[in-house]
């Protein structure tokens, strides 16, 4: 009531109604606007805009804050920028787009998206995103380090392919329970059947050796001190995952 109490005083005061109407002008104005149609079209455009840089907002800014809370360097050169537009008034953003793009649909989109990415980059993804003392969205650098990002393209990469595995599976268990009793002898034949199964392993991804249980197996005799046991139990979970 406070806000049209003082909206009603103001426009009266300015006794102009193209600067500021009466509320009850606006609202013969919508009514208006409503039976003619124009107001849902109006509005269905205003919508199409606003839906439109959330999805440009918050997958430029999803991207920018996972390179950012994943690789230092990145971050330290990127800040100042970030900072930058972070701090950079709305009004100045629109008001150049405008200057340099033209008074259009593009500008206006690139406008917010230019003032929003920055926000949802370092307050969402990069730093994480925390209310009322509680983390609601922990934040990349802790959630995704650099690491673990590693860690997660090693396996994609070297995931061996559905079925790899198949036609080797009978021999890899045989060479299982043979490590699983293994007491002395001439480990070199072993080695050399695991290192020409692991080679013929393709891997889904087309890299070149497949982190296979063979592999895995064959590092861990192929070495000054083996552990067959290992080993054993190595070939023993590769196999229980391929079936």
């Known amino acids: 009531m406070g806000v049209m109490t003082l909206w009603v005083l103001l426009s009266f005061l300015k006794s102009d109604p193209d600067v500021l109407p009466q509320p009850w002008q606006v609202a013969e104005v919508i009514i208006e606007e409503y039976h003619s149609g124009r107001l849902w079209l109006h509005a269905s455009a205003t919508f199409g805009r606003v839906a439109v840089t959330f999805c440009l907002a918050m997958s430029v800014g999803f991207v920018i804050g996972l390179l950012l809370g994943t690789h230092r360097k ?3 050169f990127f800040s100042p920028w970030i900072i930058l537009l972070q701090n950079l008034p709305a009004l100045v953003v629109i ?3 405008y200057l340099w793009i033209g008074l259009n649909e593009t500008a206006a989109i ?5 003032n929003k990415t920055a926000m949802v980059a370092v307050t969402r993804f990069r ?13 990349f650098v802790e959630l995704l380090g650099q690491k673990a990002a ?8 070297t995931r061996p392919d559905d079925g790899a595995l198949d036609e080797h599976s009978a021999r890899l268990e045989e060479i299982r329970d043979e490590l699983g009793g293994w007491q002395d002898g001439d480990t070199q034949p072993l080695i050399a059947e695991l290192r020409k199964i692991a080679e013929q392993i393709e891997t889904g991804s087309g890299a070149p050796v497949a982190d296979s249980a063979a592999f895995r197996a064959l590092t861990l005799i192929d070495r000054k001190n083996p552990n067959f046991a290992e080993a054993a139990n190595q070939l023993t979970i590769g ?4 079936r």
């Open 74 to 76: 990145l971050d330290n």
């Open 95 to 97: 008001v150049l787009c």
């Open 110 to 114: 690139l406008a917010v998206c230019i």
């Open 127 to 139: 730093d994480g995103y925390t209310q009322n003392g509680i983390t609601k969205m922990p934040a």
């Open 150 to 157: 590693w860690a997660i393209r090693t396996y994609i990469e």
């Open 239 to 242: 196999l229980s995952a391929a």
